[in-house]
Nanobody, 126 residues
């Protein structure tokens, strides 16, 4: 059983920063490195959207609106990925979830992911 647990969300003022974490418990016989990991977000009343992810190994990919402001990283020794978010604005308010998949594919498509965390709320407001 694979479990993903996010943390680090909260209330932040416009222009502020947050760092999200996603700790992963991997299935027996598999390594954390064998999963393709990404972050998604879902704002109220909107569809879930891709934020950032790893294409292969440490090769990263970002949604256009996050590039330059958000940074995804990973610590394989801790089975954890991170999302550093800077220059936050109210449009970034959403529930942020990490996701893992076992096969190659379009990393921006939510339906291709096998496992999801419960999400962490990020609210950007003055």
């Amino acid at each position: 059983q694979v479990m993903l647990v996010e943390s680090g969300g909260g209330l932040v003022q416009p222009g502020g920063s947050l760092r999200l974490s996603c700790a992963v418990s991997v299935a027996s016989g598999r390594s954390f490195e064998s999963y393709f990991m990404s972050w998604f977000r879902q704002a109220p009343g909107k569809e879930r959207k891709f934020v950032a992810g790893f294409r292969w190994g440490s090769i990263t990919h970002y949604a256009d609106s996050m590039r330059g402001r958000f940074t995804i990283s990973r610590d394989d020794a801790k089975n954890t990925i991170y999302l550093q978010m800077n220059s936050l604005n109210p449009d970034d308010t959403a529930i942020y979830s990490c996701a893992a998949r076992e096969r190659l594919g379009d990393i921006t498509t939510p339906n291709l992911y096998d496992y999801w965390g419960q999400g962490t709320q990020v609210t950007v407001s003055s």
